[in-house]
């Protein structure tokens, strides 16, 4: 088991750019298909970005698409969301979290999670 904590959030005005970190406690992060999913009060979390192992092409939502990069450092345990050219509706928790399958959008397929960190988007 991996302990995920996120950072990074904030509040920010349309057409800014933010990066979220993840940090896993463990070296078994390399061994993960990491993933962010973002959540807004009263709907389920949403897929937004993956990025296997090793690096492989990560695969993105299409309403982040273009927007967002993800990435990982191995080294530092380091999972990371650069979110350009921010929209009010990006405004939401974002959560990072671990699966073992090689690729997944699929929220129940993803076993350890962070606590999240919010980003809020004005207009």
């Known amino acids: 088991q991996i302990r995920l904590a996120e950072s990074g959030g904030g509040l920010v005005q349309a057409g800014a750019s933010l990066r979220l970190s993840c940090t896993a406690d463990r070296n078994t992060f390399s061994t993960y298909t990491m993933g962010w999913f973002r959540q807004v009060p009263g709907r389920g979390r949403e897929f937004v970005a993956h990025?296997?192992?090793?690096?492989?092409?990560?695969d993105y939502a299409d309403s982040v698409n273009g927007r967002f990069t993800i990435s990982r450092d191995n080294a530092k345990n380091t999972l990371y969301l650069q979110m350009n050219n921010l929209k009010p509706e990006d405004t939401a928790t974002y959560y990072c979290a671990a699966t073992m399958e090689l690729v997944s959008r699929d929220v129940h397929a993803y076993i350890h999670w962070g606590q999240g960190t919010q980003v809020t988007v004005s207009s």
């Open positions: 990025i296997g192992i090793p690096s492989s092409t990560p």
